[in-house]
């Protein structure tokens, strides 16, 4: 069975480190985010996913396009993949755990083997722009 997960994921960097989630009994780390709701644009599912997961309000006007990227799905069936829709943004509010989150991390290159597929591709992405230590 092939298919996509359409996802939207929350680059946000600080000191070349880049922030990370990890979910309730997982030990892969990814980009904060999620799928959309049906109507939804990319800045919309980012707002709503943001704040469920880390309490925090994304502030609209600072949404930027960083770039789409695709991988296997974690988890799923082989041939679905995942296309990472990302965003950079600011935020107000306090940066906490929330929902399903257990754990939020500040990860560099050297974490690379502790996040999901597509998560790779886009640290290698960071990387080459020197964004991330």
């Keep these: 069975m092939t298919g996509h997960i359409d996802k939207i994921a929350w680059i946000y ?3 070349g480190k880049v922030l990370g989630a990890r979910s309730k009994g997982k030990d892969t780390y990814y980009f904060p985010g999620g799928k959309r709701e049906p109507g939804e644009s990319d800045a919309q599912t980012l ?3 943001i704040e469920e997961e880390l309490s925090v309000q994304i502030i609209p006007e600072t949404i930027a396009e960083f770039g789409s990227f695709e991988a296997p799905a974690h988890g799923k069936a082989e041939g679905v993949l995942v296309r990472m829709t990302c965003l950079t943004a600011e935020y107000t509010g306090e940066l906490q755990p929330a929902s399903e989150i257990e754990e939020l991390a500040w990860l560099t ?6 996040v999901s597929a597509v998560s790779v591709i886009i640290m290698d992405k960071l990387r080459e722009l020197e964004l991330l230590s």
């Design 13 to 15: 960097i600080v000191d």
């Design 47 to 49: 707002i709503r996913e």
């Design 109 to 114: 290159y050297a974490d690379i083997d502790r």
